[in-house]
Nanobody, 115 residues
């Protein structure tokens, strides 16, 4: 059974940091590129960051470049998103996605940036 479980979301003040995790099971994690998406209320889901299967290459949305860092640990079947310098406009539900021969999504974790 394929599972992607996000964790680490919460309420943080502007300028603060959070680290999201995405724990994968039920498929060969190390063979899949992985990505983080987010969806704010009333907006479409958007790509935040993507990382190749080996972790050798990453790419980011312009809105998060220099503030967010995507990484993965294939030994732990886990992907991460380190978010620094958070802004109110980063408020959204954050989802992890596995890009294998099939596509898998997690259930999402809420991130709220507010004073």
């Amino acid at each position: 059974q394929v599972q992607l479980v996000e964790s680490g979301g919460g309420l943080v003040q502007p300028g603060g940091s959070l680290r999201l995790s995405c724990a994968a099971s039920g498929f060969t994690f190390s063979r899949c590129s992985m990505s983080w998406y987010r969806q704010a209320p009333g907006k479409e889901r958007e790509l935040v960051a993507i990382i190749t299967s080996t972790g050798g290459s990453t790419n980011y949305a312009d809105s998060v470049k220099g503030r967010f860092t995507i990484s993965r640990d294939n030994a732990k079947n886990t992907m991460y998103l380190q978010m620094n310098g958070l802004k109110p406009e980063d408020t959204a539900v954050y989802y992890c996605k596995a890009n294998c021969l099939r596509v898998f999504w997690g259930q999402g974790t809420q991130v709220t940036v507010s004073s």
